[in-house]
């Protein structure tokens, strides 16, 4: 929804990441397959494309991007396929929503983090879709 995206957005670039928003899977493929992105944040149902759906198309186009689903859902069975992903439970904070995206952040240089205390699912920056994203701050 577009008030969680825009939250979401300016929790990111508050904090100084590069925000790309998408309002759709859709957009947020055509962002991934032009924009160099570090991690991808999205809802877990969205309309049309489906979160996991989405997150899995991107993996293909950019193999290292990292996975951020941010959801109400309780379980989200498609993120155990996804090694890079990380599951954020809503309401979220922008702590945790940095801490999630350090995570991802940490997995993809190779590196061992504390799980988030709010991952919902056992597991082992840019577009934003349904919340936000954005390009890893140098």
Request: aromatic residues 2%; proline residues 7%; glycine residues 8%.
């Amino acid at each position: 929804d577009d008030l969680i995206r825009a939250s979401t957005s300016e929790m990111l670039t508050g904090s100084g990441y590069l925000v790309v928003d998408a309002a759709c899977a859709e957009d947020a493929l055509v962002a991934v397959q032009t924009t160099g992105i570090d991690v991808l944040v999205t809802d877990v149902n969205l309309p049309g494309l489906t979160g996991p759906g989405l997150a899995t198309q991107a993996s293909a186009i950019l193999p290292q991007v990292g996975i951020v689903f941010a959801t109400g859902d309780d379980h989200v069975p498609a993120a155990a396929d996804i090694p890079q992903a990380t599951v954020l439970a809503k309401p979220y904070s922008a702590a945790t929503l940095h801490q999630a995206i350090a995570q991802v952040a940490a997995r993809q240089a190779g590196t061992v983090t504390t799980p988030i205390a709010e991952t919902t699912v056992e597991a082992a920056p840019t577009v934003d879709v349904d919340t936000g994203a954005a390009r890893v701050p140098e």
